[in-house]
Antibody, heavy 122, light 110 residues
């Protein structure tokens, strides 16, 4: 059974870079049927999709408003994928989730990590 | 504002039925599959409905999904207090080129 687990620092200073990792266990990240995605939920707000990447890196999409600051990468040798968000501000404070997102124009997210809270503060 | 519009809140009594709408446009709901997620406090979102009207294994048939034009609807019958949660619709927007969530609907079971 596929499981995802986020990890990374819970506190990031303004203007610095937020880096999170999502470990994939129970299946290979090389699945041709899925993308690997990041979603966040700021306190008191709704879900916000950040972006996704295919395991090979051949296909990826980012939310345009975040595109200039976001990088998602996949490490197939270690079976994990990562999120990098630069120049963070307090508005980036959120619970960050990683998820498996179905490919083939279906795009639903069927497996989620438990989430990790990131606070941006000096 | 979200590209997909959901009512901020809905409520109904235990045992009753409730529907949650998700209004979009020709570039998202009319063109692509919709999925629905249940979000309980301090837990990860849970997939309830995918491909407009399919339920993953383990999701009871009290939950249903349907589409009509640019509006998707989540239905929940036989409401239970454990159904109190936030519910989100989502789909790909072909014009924008990324995945969009609705703003979420808070369900209260009175």
């Amino acid at each position: 059974q596929l499981q995802l687990q986020e990890s990374g620092p819970g506190l990031v200073k303004p203007s610095e870079t937020l880096s999170l990792t999502c470990s994939v266990s129970g299946d290979s990240i090389r699945s041709p049927s899925y993308y690997w995605a990041w979603i966040r939920q700021p306190p008191g707000k709704g879900l916000e999709w950040i972006g996704l990447m295919y395991y090979s890196g051949s296909s990826y999409y980012y939310k345009p408003s975040l595109k200039s600051r976001v990088t998602i990468s996949v490490d197939t040798s270690r079976n994990y994928f990562s999120l990098r968000l630069t120049s963070v501000t307090a508005a980036d404070t959120a619970v960050y989730y990683c998820a498996r997102q179905r490919a083939g124009s279906r795009y639903y997210m069927d497996v989620w990590g438990e989430g990790t809270t990131v606070t941006v503060s000096s | 504002q979200s590209v997909l519009t959901q009512p901020p809140s809905v409520s109904a009594a235990p045992g009753q039925k409730v529907t949650i709408s998700c209004s979009g446009s020709t570039s998202n709901i009319e063109k692509n599959f919709v999925s629905w997620y249940q979000k309980l406090p301090r837990t990860a979102p849970k997939l309830l409905i995918y491909d407009n009207d399919k339920r993953p294994s383990g999701i009871p048939d009290r939950f249903s999904g349907s589409n009509s034009g640019a509006t998707a609807t989540l239905g929940i019958t036989g409401l239970q207090t454990g159904d109190e949660a936030d519910y989100y619709c989502g789909t790909w927007d072909t014009s924008l080129g990324f995945w969009v969530f609705g703003g979420g609907t808070k369900l209260t079971v009175l």
